[in-house]
Structure formats: C-alpha cells, structure tokens
C-alpha cells in the first residue's frame, strides 16, 4: 500500500518543497498538488519536481475545462518528463460555481469531457497525429468554425513515457462508473471503507465491465487526517479539526440543488444530517452545522486513534480495495507519524 499526502492551496510553494522532501524521506510515496481558485498546481509540481527525487507527483486536480485537452497532454508530458518519470495527471471536472465563477466556462457534459480529454491525451503522447471529432473536442478545427486552415500535428517532442498514468478525482455514480472504464486511478473524497460499496459498488463494477485489460488494476486512493493517540478521547478532539471541511463541503460546497458532497453523504445513509448540515450551512451557521458531522463519519474517513484502531481502520482500507492511503498527519511528531503508519500498512 503505498501513502500519498496533500499540498494545500495555501501553502507557499518554498515551504511546500522542504515539507515534501521530508516527508519523501519519511516514506511518502505520492504528493497531491491541489487546485481550484489558487495558485496554479502544475508551477508547483515543476518546482517539487527538482525539489525531489523518489515521490509521485500527482496533480490532484486538473479541471477539465480550464485548459485544452492538447495543453493537458503537453503539460502532463513536460512534468514527467522534469519529474524523470513520476508524473501522475490528476483530472476532475471540478463544480459549477468553480468553473463557470471562476473560469467563467459553461459547466456542461462533464463526462464526456472528461471521456475525450484522456482519448486525446493518450494520444498525443503516442505522438499520433491528432484527429478527433468529438461532441466536445475538434481537431483539426471543423472548416466552417475557423479559417479551414488546420492540419493534424503531432506532439514535436518524444514523451518519457507514452502511457502516464491518469487518475479521476470521481464521486458521482455516473462519473465512477467511467472512471473505473477509462482511468489508471481514482480519487474519491469522503472514503468510508464500510459504506464504500453500498454508495459505489454497482457504478464500479459496471466501469470494470468495460475497461480494457491492458489498463491493469484500477488504483484507489483514501485516507484523511492522521494522528496517533494514545486515548480515544484525544482522538476526539484531533478529529474535531475535520468537522469545518467536512460541512464545508456537504453544507456549502455548491448549490442546494447541486452538492455532490451532500449527495454522496445521503447514499452513505445520512439523509437527515445531510439535510440539516446543508441548510444550517447556507443559512451562514457554519458552527451549527459542524456540530452535526457525525462522529462516526469523522471516524471512519480518518486514521486518528490508538495503535490498535488505526490498524484497524488500515486493514479496513486494504479490505475495501484502496491501494494509496492518503494521510495529512497532524500532532508534533509528523514525520513519526508518516514513518509509523508506512510501516504498518506495508
């Protein structure tokens, strides 16, 4: 089982790269570099790339719309090749309030996007020339909607590696469902291992029924806040800190008609809380709707306790098919943390 951490939004890229360098000497096998109105991920990820020398470099996520599919292949190849061969592309199709408030791009057909984005990556970096006549994509560009002018091209320089690996960032059923058809990887958020099934077994499985075999095994990747206590009652309070994200993002994290967060949390079995968390959120009671997180939901979406529970919560993980555990320790001793829960998962 390999362990992947997180680079914030907020954090400032020079800390940032002492931060990882430490942890990749601690055992960290995967970094995430975020982005959604922040700094820009992929600067970042250049910069971590000769910053390091071992870890992953996953861009965790990519939206789909903010850039065309020929710079995302483009800018997938240049980190790998900086990276020596460690990049990851992470792709998503973000949210509308994102998208359309930030990037100020219509929020329409994401998985079709999302489908042909990864076509027209994969080839490219195959350096075929590119034609590709989708519903979302055209290239060359239709006559009648340019000069008539474009020709297929293909990528000028030669990739490190033809196939780099792509990871979706995936919640909703449908959007599962081609991640498990078409991806090397996926990303869920607010991975509960024991309800895990009931929310996305049938969309998995439909997604395996189609995937090409030589795409291999579908790597999953979990995990939340981390820390090693020795009482369950400290553990309360670590976990305390995960209930302002966690409503932010069932309470506030998009339209009331269009949460995929709060969506997830209903097919996970907390329909009222749900309900109550996103209302309290919208109506600006951030607190009251913290307060209504379940303890068992913070719980189970995290590694903080004992020895003994967070093994458990481990084997938990490996039993529900996640291959990556993603872990933001917390606590004076976080390389310690990192080392310990390495060892334990190996």
């Known amino acids: 089982m390999k362990i992947s951490m997180t680079v914030d939004y907020s954090d400032d890229p020079q800390k940032a790269a002492a931060r990882v360098k430490a942890m990749e000497d601690a055992g960290v096998d995967q970094v995430w570099v975020a982005e959604a109105y922040s700094f820009d991920a992929v600067s970042t990820l250049g910069f971590l790339a000769a910053h390091t020398e071992r870890v992953e470099l996953v861009s965790g996520i990519l939206p789909v719309y903010s850039r065309t599919p020929t710079l995302i292949a483009m800018t997938a ?45 994969r080839k490219v970096w195959k350096r075929e020339r590119l034609e590709h006549q989708g519903r979302n994509y055209q290239m060359p560009l239709p006559a009648d909607q340019g000069t008539g002018l ?18 979706i960032a995936s919640i909703g059923e449908k959007n599962v469902e081609l991640t498990a058809e078409v991806a090397n990887g996926w990303l869920p958020v607010f991975f509960h291992p024991e309800k895990a099934h009931a929310a996305w077994g049938a969309s998995l499985e439909a997604g395996m029924a189609k995937r090409d075999p030589e795409l291999g095994p579908l790597e999953t990747i979990a995990g939340g806040i981390a820390a090693i206590t020795k009482t369950e009652e400290e553990a309360k309070g670590i976990l305390d800190f995960g209930r302002p994200q966690a409503a932010l993002y069932i309470g506030g994290m998009g339209a009331k008609s269009k949460n995929f967060y709060n969506t997830l949390f209903r097919r996970y079995g907390y329909e009222e809380e749900a309900e109550k968390i996103q209302d309290l959120y919208l109506d600006g009671k951030k607190d009251e709707a913290a307060a209504l997180v379940p303890d068992e939901f913070l719980a189970s979406i995290n590694l903080v306790g004992t020895e003994g529970f967070i093994k458990d919560r481990i084997a938990a993980y490996k039993e529900a098919g996640v291959t990556s555990l993603t872990i933001n320790p917390l606590g004076e001793d976080r390389l310690g943390t990192v080392r310990q829960i390495k060892d334990w998962s190996s």
Do not use: M
């Open 150 to 167: 474009g020709k297929p091209l293909k990528l000028i320089n030669t990739p490190l590696r033809p196939d780099i690996p792509v990871i």
């Open 77 to 121: 190849a240049t980190l790998d090749s900086l990276s020596g061969g460690r990049f990851v592309l992470g792709l998503g199709a973000s949210g509308p309030q994102v998208i359309e408030g930030w990037h100020g791009v219509p929020y329409n057909r994401p998985l079709g996007r999302t489908r042909e984005v990864i076509e027209i990556c």
